[in-house]
């Protein structure tokens, strides 16, 4: 199920006992700030040989305030992405809303995001299969793991294998989520690779003040339960200063934290790994 992420991490080191990460910030904010947490984030992720895809959304469509920041302009933020992957030699994840979406988004990127709250949309699901990209469908807050073998076969009736799903969290009472660790496992049982997205899953979303809250002391402790249940990739939102960044900072984790985490996370991975080898 995994053979596609070898030609997406094509030049860099990939380990399949392993873990590979997508991270970045919420949303193209500038080509300056892009350049710079791919460059940061690719740099730590190559020495500590962790397949990296660097995230950022060209457009943010779901704002719980009509003023909140959407972006800097799709053609002049799409080309932003396609400057990272060309610097960094690094492939590019972004969120895409509506079928016509697919055909503009996918000449600038490697991967196709459905945000959770649109994973039942086929139009989107064919649009986004039909480009041939790797398609990354995030879990909605609504379902369970299980249910998203039906989105996973829809890709599949495009024929495209190349698909990824991402736990995000389920929506539990008012304004929380809650992760169900099952559902990595239950995932991974149909076919395709499981990310675990550590930072959405800590939204409080739709406050009362129109700005989406978070905990993002606990990144960490759900990261390491991901890739203690083994998760096959983290998604990790972070920003230089996410008290400034433009989408999310609530529930960011400070750019200067990742490797310290990351490092951690190997440890976790390789004790797994070794009590898991007869040898």
């Not at 094509?10 to 080191?13: L, V």
């Not at 992957?85 to 697919?102: K, S």
């Not at 039909?130 to 995030?138: D, F, L």
């Not at 790994?273 to 040898?279: G, K, L």
């Given at each position: 199920?995994?053979s596609?992420?070898k030609?997406?991490f094509?030049?860099?080191?990939y380990?399949?006992?392993?873990?590979?990460?997508?991270?970045?910030?919420?949303?193209?904010?500038?080509?300056?700030?892009v350049?710079e947490?791919?460059?940061?984030?690719?740099?730590c992720?190559?020495?500590?040989?962790?397949?990296y895809?660097f995230?950022?959304?060209?457009?943010?469509?779901?704002?719980?305030n009509s003023?909140?920041?959407?972006?800097?302009g799709?053609?002049?933020?799409?080309?932003?992405l396609?400057?990272?992957?060309?610097?960094?030699?690094?492939?590019?994840?972004?969120?895409?809303?509506?079928?016509?979406?697919?055909?503009l988004?996918?000449?600038?990127?490697?991967?196709l995001?459905?945000?959770?709250?649109?994973c039942?949309?086929?139009?989107?699901?064919?649009?986004a299969?039909?480009?041939?990209?790797?398609?990354?469908?995030?879990?909605?807050?609504?379902?369970?793991?299980?249910?998203?073998?039906?989105a996973?076969?829809?890709i599949?009736?495009?024929?495209?294998?190349?698909?990824?799903?991402?736990?995000r969290?389920?929506?539990?009472?008012?304004?929380?989520?809650?992760?169900?660790?099952?559902?990595?496992?239950?995932?991974q049982?149909?076919?395709?690779?499981?990310?675990?997205d550590?930072t959405?899953?800590?939204?409080?979303?739709?406050?009362?003040?129109?700005?989406?809250?978070?905990?993002?002391?606990?990144i960490?402790?759900?990261?390491?339960?991901?890739i203690?249940?083994?998760?096959?990739?983290?998604f990790?939102?972070?920003?230089?200063?996410?008290?400034?960044?433009?989408?999310?900072?609530?529930?960011?984790?400070?750019?200067?934290?990742?490797?310290?985490?990351l490092?951690?996370?190997i440890?976790?991975?390789?004790?797994i790994?070794?009590?898991?080898?007869?040898?």
């Open positions: 199920m995994k596609f992420l030609t997406l094509q030049g860099q080191s380990d399949p006992r392993s873990f590979f990460l997508l991270a970045g910030p919420c949303v193209v904010e500038s080509e300056k700030g350049m947490i791919a460059s940061t984030i690719s740099t992720c190559r020495h500590l040989q962790i397949p895809v995230k950022a959304s060209y457009r943010k469509a779901n704002r719980t003023s909140s920041f959407t972006g800097i799709d053609q002049q933020a799409l080309e932003i396609q400057n990272v992957r060309t610097a960094y030699n690094i492939p590019v994840v972004t969120d895409i809303h509506t079928a016509e979406e697919a055909k988004a996918a000449p600038h990127v490697d991967v995001q459905i945000p959770a709250f649109l039942r949309q086929t139009d989107l699901l064919l649009a299969a039909e480009t041939g990209k790797v398609v990354n469908i995030k879990k909605g807050q609504f379902l369970s793991g299980p249910a998203m073998r039906f996973v076969e829809k599949k009736a495009a024929r495209n294998e190349k698909i990824l799903l991402t736990e969290g389920t929506t539990f009472g008012y304004q929380d989520l809650v992760v169900d660790y099952r559902n990595i496992p239950w995932m049982e149909i076919g395709v690779p499981v990310v675990m550590v959405h899953a800590l939204q409080q979303p739709n406050q009362t003040t129109g700005v989406t809250g978070g905990n993002p002391q606990l960490g402790t759900l990261a390491k339960a991901a203690a249940t083994g998760a096959d990739g983290l990790i939102e972070t920003h230089p200063n996410p008290s400034l960044a433009k989408s999310d900072g609530a529930n960011m984790l400070p750019l200067h934290q990742l490797e310290a985490l490092k951690e996370l440890k976790i991975r390789k004790a790994s070794a009590n898991e080898d007869p040898q």
